[in-house]
Structures are given as C-alpha cells and as structure tokens.
C-alpha cells in the first residue's frame, strides 16, 4: 500500500527467506536495500517493474547464475552483488546498464572470463570483482572506463597481454597481477591412459579409438600431440580447451610383431 515511497532499507537485520514479489508494487520506489541479511532464492522477476536507481543485495545467501531480470533495471546506477554464491558468468547484458557508476560482484563464485562490454559501462567510478574465480585474458575494452576511480580485479586468475592495458591496470588497481592466484593449477586430463590395436592375419584389425582432453584447474587449456611413429594416425593434433582425438593404426607397411607409440 505504500505506492509513494521512494526508498526502502533493511539492511544489516537478519531477514532470510525470499523477496516478496510484492515489492515490485511499489510503484515510486527508486532505491532498494536489502544488504547484509540472510536472504536467498530468486530475484522476483516483479522488481523488473521498478525504476530503479539504486539496488543493494549484498552480503545475502543468493547463489545460482546472476538473473537476467537484474539487466532490465536500465535507470539503475549503483547495483551491490558482492558477498553472495552466485556462480557461472559474467551475463554480458549488465553492458546495457549505461548509467552505471557503482558495481560489484566481489566476493562470488563467478567464473569464466570478464565479458568485454563491461567496457561500455562508460560512467562507472567503482568496479570491484575482486574475489572470484574469473579467468583468462581481461578484455583491453576496459579501458574505456576513463572515469574509474576505484578498481579491484584481484583475488580471481586473470591475464593481461596488451601492453596499454596493462599499463591502464597498474594504474588503476596496482596489487592486481599479484593476486591472481585463485584458480587450481591448470592441468590436462584424459579418460584413457593406454590405447591397444590388434591386427589379424586376415588383415582385420581394432578400429579407430577415441580419446577425450579435458582441463582441470583454471585457465585456458592449450594443448598438442606428438606422434613419434609413422604408422600411428592421430587427428587433431592440437587444441584448445576440451577436445576428443581420434587415434588409428596404419598397418599396410609393418611386419608382424609387437609395436609401442
């Protein structure tokens, strides 16, 4: 019944349970804190019907992927994630929350690399996605943040190449590089150890096996085979990330006998 409240805090109490849907009534409400409770289960797609300047959801039990219904907010411009489980991916729609100044999504479990249209988030002053699990290559498209004043990436087990970004990098966060040290060392994984071909004298033989690569650990996974007898046939050689090889035997030109490749 509250249609001309603007603003709502319930912050630092011990709520739990979900957001009631009903909120999302609240017609004239534009700033929302809900931070440091016990909350948890699904963002009620309702909150897609505010006007929202400002949402703070930090410090709760949500976990799950980030929801798409937070990326319709298109007024929002301070968005506090941290402090929860929220796991998968960076959604690349956040990019559409050009009126942005504050966001975090520290303290997550969020994996995968960081999308690069976090860069057009051109207005933001904070960006904190320091302790996760994020990895790979960090997108040069950050540098666009030309107003940032405060940045925290650390904590997760990220790489930067270009030398501008870097550059842009030890500026803005100097401890960055230091920290990255999140992930599991890389690892390569594969479902067989040894591959046995047999061959007939009628000519009939084992057909072609397979072999699957995985990674474990964080990073990318960048892999290659080294084939170091001529009658052995495997393709591809080379890879990136999980894969399956196929290997076969070409027997037209060897004598009868034992053989190891």
């Not at 009534?25 to 929302?32: E, F, N, Q």
């Not at 046995?196 to 000519?203: H, R």
């Not at 474990?216 to 999980?242: A, F, K, M």
């Amino acid at each position: 019944n509250l249609r001309h409240l603007e603003r709502l805090t319930l912050a630092k109490n011990q709520l739990s349970g979900g957001i009631p849907p009903e909120l999302g009534k609240l017609s004239s409400l534009a700033g929302l804190g809900l931070g440091h409770n016990q909350l948890s289960g699904a963002i009620p797609p309702e909150l897609g019907n505010l006007r929202l300047w400002g949402l703070d959801l930090g410090y709760n039990q949500f976990s799950g992927s980030i929801p798409l219904v937070l990326t319709n907010f298109n007024h929002l411009v301070v968005l506090y994630l941290d402090g929860n489980q929220f796991s998968g991916s960076i959604p690349t729609e956040l990019g559409n929350l050009r009126n942005l100044t504050y966001l975090s999504l520290a303290g997550n479990r969020l994996s995968g690399s960081i999308p690069s249209c976090l860069g057009d988030l051109t207005e933001l002053d904070e960006l904190y996605l320091d302790h996760n699990k994020l990895s790979g290559e960090i997108p040069p498209a950050l540098k666009n943040l030309t107003g940032i004043l405060n940045l925290d990436i650390g904590y997760n087990c990220l790489v930067a190449i270009d030398t501008g970004l870097r550059s842009w990098l030890d500026f803005h966060d100097p401890d960055w590089e230091l920290h990255q040290d999140q992930c599991s060392p890389l690892g390569i994984s594969l479902n067989r150890s040894q591959l046995y071909f047999g061959v007939t004298t009628a000519g009939t033989g084992t057909r072609e096996q397979k072999v699957r690569v995985d990674s474990i650990g964080g990073g990318t996974l960048t892999w290659t085979v080294n084939v170091d007898t001529p009658w052995l046939n495997v393709t591809p050689t080379s890879g990136s990330g999980p894969g399956v090889i196929t290997v076969s035997v070409n027997t037209g030109s060897q004598a009868p006998g034992d053989y190891t490749g």
